[in-house]
């Protein structure tokens, strides 16, 4: 089974993709923001990340470099 993380600032986008992705039994964890899923990426493996492009704090590009460099 596969963990995936959704990461997007809007939640109903958060919970259509994590109903979908349940629904296909992958395990899904999500995050508001770069900043709380660089945090989510130090504390569990992830085999995917579902990034938004344009969030607050953190956008996903920023984000996904950080996490890269994980």
Request: hydrophobic share 45%; charged share 40%.
């Amino acid at each position: 089974m596969s963990n995936i993380l959704v990461v997007d600032d809007e939640s109903a986008i958060r919970k259509a993709l994590r109903e979908i992705l349940e629904f296909e039994d992958y395990v899904v964890t999500e995050a508001e923001n770069g900043i709380d899923a660089i945090i989510k990426v130090k504390q569990k493996k992830f085999d995917v990340v579902i990034l938004d492009i344009k969030m607050p704090k953190m956008d996903g590009i920023e984000a996904l470099e950080r996490i890269q460099e994980k």
